[in-house]
């Protein structure tokens, strides 16, 4: 991995430089431009930028694996958004803030708050339990708890097929995929809950059933907010509880966009009595735009993930032969949000990639590569 590379992961601070500089540098109308720059200068600069095909050899891999400014670097987002939290409070609580610029905040703490519920997924993944503990503080802090237990014990299991309620189907529009997802996955996640309790003999009401505490701590962390930043010890501060309803529905209609996009019509061939194929990397999505590769710490290199979920972000590989996106996420992201567009763009690439995964020789090919 080249320094340049390493260096432009920690680009994600990009976002709270604009956001904290420009409100108190530049202007408090500053306040839209994290959204400006996620959905109209990435997508541009993508463009500008060079694409991203290069994997860590295996001499770097153990390298880049013990380095710990990698997770230094995620890491340091949760706490981060607590602080982006408190201080959005703050100001929407003693400054006078028009309209246009509340409204401007609530947009941009969303986007950021995306961006933390990747940085959850990453964290879920791992092992260690104080990666888990951060990867549930940040879902907390966008009421998305329930993600940690779906997406981890069932979205894994169930990708590319019809079992799961996180994979999109062919000319399903966003807006459908949106119910589909959040009912389907918190149903999925509470099923997966009630059987681990059933299995050790304890109740679904459980105390540790995580599904409880994924409805009960987000609830309890906006009652917190509001009780802080109330100005009197009888006033309710309805724009507290407001706004972080808000960044939290913000945040999470942008991960379903994106599951949306990284599984859009893709499904794993079926090889008897309800088993599919083993996930290899034409079963995702893929994106190589290396600007937002690096503001997502890779994600985007999404098969790699799919198979080997542990991997951390900075030695995801990429793979020509995964189906390739026309553009990076945040901009399929828009796409998305107009169905004639997105069926446009994506049917015809959808439709070459189901001729190449009955292709024999080819899925072969991959596999081999992939392991």
Not at 184 to 203: C, T, V
Request: charged share 15%; hydrophobic share 45%; with cysteine.
């Amino acid at each position: 991995m080249s320094i340049g590379k390493k260096i432009g992961f920690a680009w994600g601070y990009s976002f709270i430089a604009f956001f904290l500089l420009g409100y108190y540098f530049i202007s408090p109308n500053w306040t839209f431009f994290v959204f400006v720059y996620a959905y109209i200068l990435i997508p541009i600069l993508d463009e500008i930028v060079s694409r991203d095909s290069q994997n860590a050899s295996a001499e770097q891999y153990e390298q880049l694996i013990k380095d710990r400014y990698f997770d230094f670097l995620v890491y340091s987002h949760v706490y981060i958004q607590y602080f982006m939290l408190f201080w959005c409070c703050y100001i929407l609580t003693h400054d006078s803030l028009t309209w246009y610029q509340i409204f401007g905040l609530m947009l941009s703490q969303g986007v950021y708050a995306s961006t933390i519920i990747n940085v959850a997924h990453e964290l879920g993944h791992r092992a260690s339990p104080v990666a888990q503990f951060h990867a549930r503080a940040a879902l907390i802090s966008v009421c998305y708890m329930h993600f940690f237990v779906e997406h981890n014990r069932g979205h894994h299991v169930h990708v590319a097929t019809p079992l799961d309620p996180a994979t999109a189907r062919k000319n399903q529009t966003v807006f459908a995929f949106w119910k589909q997802s959040l009912v389907g996955g918190f149903s999925s996640a509470w099923d997966i809950e009630q059987k681990r309790l059933q299995k050790n003999s304890k109740s679904k009401w459980d105390t540790q059933n995580e599904m409880i505490w994924a409805v009960v701590l987000p609830i309890a962390l906006c009652v917190i907010l509001t009780l802080i930043f109330r100005k009197s010890p009888n006033e309710i501060v309805w724009i507290v509880p407001f706004f972080f309803t808000i960044q939290s529905l913000i945040a999470i209609l942008s991960l379903e966009c994106v599951n949306y996009i990284e599984h859009y019509g893709i499904l794993r061939q079926e090889i008897g009595n309800g088993r599919y194929e083993r996930v290899n990397p034409l079963h995702s999505w893929n994106a190589n735009h290396f600007y937002s590769n690096l503001m997502l710490f890779q994600l985007q290199r999404h098969s790699d993930h799919h198979a080997y979920a542990a991997r951390p972000y900075q030695v995801l590989r990429h793979f020509d032969e995964s189906p390739q996106l026309p553009f990076g996420y945040t901009m399929m992201i828009l796409i998305s949000l107009v169905p004639p567009i997105w069926f446009k763009v994506m049917n015809k690439r959808l439709e070459d990639w189901q001729k190449n995964s009955y292709d024999s020789e080819h899925i072969m090919k991959v596999v081999r590569q992939f392991s």
